[in-house]
């Protein structure tokens, strides 16, 4: 590639969405990321496209900017949007007035909600609380994070745009006030990329990136906790309606449930621990809203840092707004640097029209934005599934078109086609086939096999692991596989550790001794 | 009553998909298509919401259980796939093949209100699949349908004399033999007299409802589960325990029906299969010598009742009689699952190595308690099983 315009820095929606945004109006864009994409805070969430009905009270900018972007997203990110719709449920034990506060914010937020009977949302998801009091349905949905964000960069490609993961920026260079290039460490070393402006678009690692530049920008990583269940026990996502508080939104994702989230200020974006203590806290709100809870299966717990904007002496935790903010640091004599921060995953577009915006109107480039009406990527025609559906796994079908796009999709059925022995399931619990793993294995961006993970969901489901990670070490062949599985057996077990009780104990035991008497690999690590 | 039986079900979050499941399945090791136990309810069961679709294992599973006792987690594998086979059809119709295979109940009743009705029923079959009718709906016409008897056993049972007791039983014979077999409810009623036992029976005892589960018709086994708990229960008052010689029908009425809907009601201890029951009481053990051998294929549904081998340890008593166990797996018919015409070559692959064993075995007579199978095992040996409640009658029989 020539040298790009502009490099953004952090591979998460907002940077993803900035780097399709810039090229679709013909802006040469680079993208960095030091590790995999959506390693931060677009992955590590709750998954909900929110309806803003979350922010109808305390924030109505911020909820009309959600219900505008949630229509946008449904019909320009259709594969990894599932309209699973939202119910609000306030318990005997919330604030009524709560209530009438809301159904007022969200009428002037634009939401539309309709007031079900308690009966009928018992009707609709039986494994509530009958301790409802009333109960709305709000259009929320589902949001894929790591699907979106693959999306993305497959859309921006198509018009030029470029991306490098795991590669580092480590500095920003200026020469007279003038950003002139960002140096990057990756692999084969450190180099420097020049280019006319830099957007700090690194989530929770914004303050550091801003330092390198030596600038000040007050971003406060705010650790969300969230819990996932073995099954979808809920078909919608279920917000209690009361003051946001811990624990209180449930999201059916795919096969799974989410439970989230915590608020917790914590020094460092790399903060992704999570303890027992935090689990039985969100177990012990979540049983509000469903009180058989501790009934079903945990596979894992994980976090992720909100990267809260601090202007100097603003709020922080769930008082700190959650609307973003757009800094041209040429106010501050470094001209070409761009830093936005703040937002919510479910208004990464508008973010990116909105610093795209400046950006082009620095650069004198006058297209508009097209963000808003153009699809991701083309979506997997009814016709095209249904010719290949006999070469896919039953309940597969779907699944791996809404992963995979139109692209890849047609590759993987060509694949499953041509060779028979490529329908074998890798991953039995997230139906996942061989040729969808390899297929995805052979891009270059696929160093190890979490980066494979994340984009097909193998190791995902009820073993987290326990039973595709030999095979797809094998198969992967890009490292040794020893290594291969040591890594990935790794991560699953951060996540495993906290939530040791019942069946997710059983399952991990089951792992570790399998993976120690066959390979001598200690899923458990030192954390025995 | 083993502490699986009642009360403590689980779920697919239970599952840790071990694979166990998958290596005892014998429908599994036969049919390279059947995707296993594990992957219908446990794993694929969570990816339903994706999309309206079939996977034809949801009819492979035979309902054998051997997944249930493989399970290293207490799983009941079977009765989950079960249930999602009962919900596919909440939202898809029947075929009329499995409408009749689930229906023996109805169809034995409506057999005996005709004068010689048995005699039509069974020409019927024959008529049927030389037609080609049979085949045409979906069930094979490679393998007899079960005769009807003469008369069935609760018509015998009313010209049956016996010395009233104290001490009773209620014989809940089942379909099979009630209609089939009836030879093995009169051996039965022959040991526990000679047990000093009285035999009643309850004209209002229904089905177990095994071919419904194994069809998808829950709710039509839900009424029969209310029907035959609440009758077991009140057997129970009285203290008198409810005896079955059917293992499928013992294993449905003691746990198989509380862990698939998931009701405690449907949980009775007060059933037992026939030698469990004989188990418990002072046997009579003035017995004449039998001196033969005998080959045991023990049943399925005998095994996962986890209460071991009574009939083995009740006929050990027999002076001069040997028994050795087939120990040859499943016999592969599974109540209706070999009577399904696409299912046939697999169902007789499933028996092969039992088949095997029997042909190559010099044994004086081959057993088991289970009907289906001892149908499965003269189709496929021309050999013809006896139960074991003959083999104890027998002995009896010369006091």
């Not at chain 1, 003038?178 to 020049?194: A, L, Q």
């Not at chain 1, 995805?440 to 009820?462: C, N, P, Q, V």
């Not at chain 2, 409408?99 to 079959?125: D, V, Y």
Request: hydrophobic residues 35%.
């Amino acid at each position: 590639m020539d040298n790009p315009t502009v490099i953004i820095i952090g591979g998460g929606a907002t940077g993803l969405g900035i780097l399709r945004d810039l090229s679709m109006r013909g802006v040469k864009t680079l993208l960095v990321e030091k590790g995999d994409l959506t390693n931060g805070a677009s992955s590590r969430y709750h998954g909900l496209l929110h309806s803003g009905g979350r922010y109808a009270v305390k924030d109505q900018s911020a909820a009309r900017e959600c219900i505008e972007e949630n229509q946008i997203l449904r019909r320009i990110g259709k594969s990894c949007v599932e309209e699973t719709e939202g119910m609000f449920v306030r318990l005997e034990s919330d604030d009524p007035n709560y209530e009438s506060q809301w159904i007022d914010g969200c009428k002037s937020s634009g939401i539309k909600i309709k007031k079900i009977s308690v009966d009928e949302a018992l009707k609709l998801e039986p494994i509530l609380t009958s301790k409802i009091v009333s109960a709305y349905l709000v259009p929320d949905a589902a949001i894929d994070g790591f699907r979106l964000s693959w999306q993305l960069v497959d859309s921006a490609k198509r018009f030029g745009g470029e991306i490098k993961t795991y590669t580092r920026a480590v500095g920003i260079d200026s020469h007279n006030g003038k950003i002139i290039g960002v140096r990057v460490r990756n692999r084969s070393g450190e180099h420097e990329i020049p280019c006319d402006i830099v957007i700090n678009a690194a989530g929770g690692w914004t303050g550091k990136i801003a330092e390198m530049a030596g600038l000040d920008v007050g971003v406060q990583p705010d650790k969300g906790t969230l819990l996932v269940f073995n099954s979808r026990l809920v078909n919608r996502v279920v917000n209690r309606l009361h003051k946001s508080g811990d624990g209180d939104i449930f999201v059916p994702h795919g096969s799974v449930t989410i439970l989230g989230t915590s608020s917790m200020s914590v020094p460092t974006p790399e903060d992704t621990s999570t303890s027992r203590a935090e689990v039985e806290n969100l177990m012990r709100i979540g049983s509000e809203l469903i009180e058989n809870l501790p009934k079903y299966r945990l596979l894992r717990a994980f976090a992720g840092s909100r990267p809260l904007y601090r202007p100097k002496g603003g709020a922080i935790g769930r008082e700190a707004s959650r609307g973003f903010a757009i800094i041209d640091h040429s106010m501050e004599g470094l001209d070409g640097m761009f830093t936005i921060v703040g937002g919510k995953f479910t208004t990464f577009r508008l973010m990116a029209e909105k610093i795209s915006d400046q950006v082009c109107k620095k650069l004198g480039n006058s297209n508009p934005c097209r963000t808003a009406s153009e699809p991701i990527v083309a979506e997997v025609s009814s016709k095209s599934r249904e010719n290949v559906q006999k070469f896919f796994p039953s309940f597969g079908l779907n699944l791996a078109a809404n992963r995979l796009g139109k692209d890849r999709f047609e590759k993987v059925a060509k694949k499953l086609e041509s060779e028979p022995e490529s329908r074998q399931l890798l991953c039995e619990c997230e139906n996942i086939t061989r040729a969808e793993f390899e297929v995805i294995a052979s891009e270059e961006t696929s160093t190890d096999l979490d980066d494979i993970r994340r984009r097909t969901r193998f190791g995902m489901g009820t073993c987290q692991g326990t039973f595709c990670t030999f095979r797809a070490a094998c198969i992967f062949g890009k490292n040794s596989a020893i290594d291969s599985t040591r890594e990935m057996l790794f991560e699953r077990w951060k996540g495993i550790r906290p939530v040791l009780i019942g069946q997710s104990l059983k399952q991990a035991e089951l792992m570790r001794s399998i993976y120690i008497s066959s390979l001598d690999v200690n899923a458990g690590g030192e954390l025995f | 009553m083993n502490e699986n039986f009642a009360g403590i079900r689980k779920t697919i979050d239970h599952c840790v998909a071990c694979t166990a499941c998958m290596a005892a399945c014998p429908v599994m090791r036969a049919l390279q298509d059947y995707r296993g136990p594990k992957l219908i309810a446990p794993a694929h069961g969570r990816l339903h919401f994706s999309q309206d679709d079939f996977d034809r294992s949801l009819e492979f599973c035979s309902n054998c259980k051997s997944c249930d006792r493989a399970c290293p987690n207490g799983v009941s594998v079977s009765n989950l796939n079960m249930q999602q086979r009962g919900k596919f059809f909440e939202s898809h119709k029947h075929s009329q093949r499995d409408k009749i295979l689930a229906h023996i109940e109805s169809a034995g009743k409506k057999i005996r209100t005709i004068p010689f009705g048995h005699q039509a029923a069974n020409w019927g079959s024959s008529v049927g699949k030389i037609l080609g009718i049979s085949e045409k709906i979906g069930i094979t016409a490679k393998r007899p349908l079960p005769i009807y008897a003469r008369k069935n056993f609760k018509t015998l049972f009313k010209s049956i004399h016996q010395q009233k007791s104290d001490r009773k039983i209620v014989f809940y014979p089942g379909c099979y033999i009630n209609e089939n077999d009836p030879d093995v409810g009169i051996a039965l009623i022959r040991v526990m007299n000679a047990n000093g036992i009285e035999v009643l029976i309850d004209e209002n005892f229904r089905c177990c409802g095994s071919p419904l589960i194994s069809t998808g018709f829950m709710n039509e086994s839900r009424l029969l589960a209310e029907n035959n708990s609440a009758r077991i229960q009140d057997w129970k008052s009285k203290n008198i325990p409810v005896v079955a010689a059917c293992t499928t029908c013992s294993l449905v009425l003691k746990s198989e029906l509380a862990e698939i809907f998931g009701d405690d009601r449907f949980a009775n201890n007060n059933v037992f299969d026939a030698f469990e029951f004989l188990e418990t009481i002072d046997l009579n053990l003035n017995l004449a010598s039998v001196p033969k051998r005998i080959l045991y294929h023990v049943p399925c549904h005998l095994k996962s009742q986890g209460i071991g081998l009574p009939a083995r340890e009740i006929l050990s008593e027999i002076p001069d009689l040997k028994i050795e166990l087939a120990d040859a797996g499943c016999c592969g018919l599974s109540g209706n699952f070999g009577y399904k015409k696409e299912l046939y070559d697999v169902s007789m692959k499933i028996g092969r190595e039992l088949f095997d064993r029997i042909l190559s075995s010099d044994a004086d007579e081959v057993m088991s308690e289970c009907g289906p199978c001892r149908m499965q095992i003269q189709h496929g040996t021309n050999r013809e099983p006896m139960h074991p409640l003959e083999i104890l009658a027998g002995a009896y029989l010369p006091n």
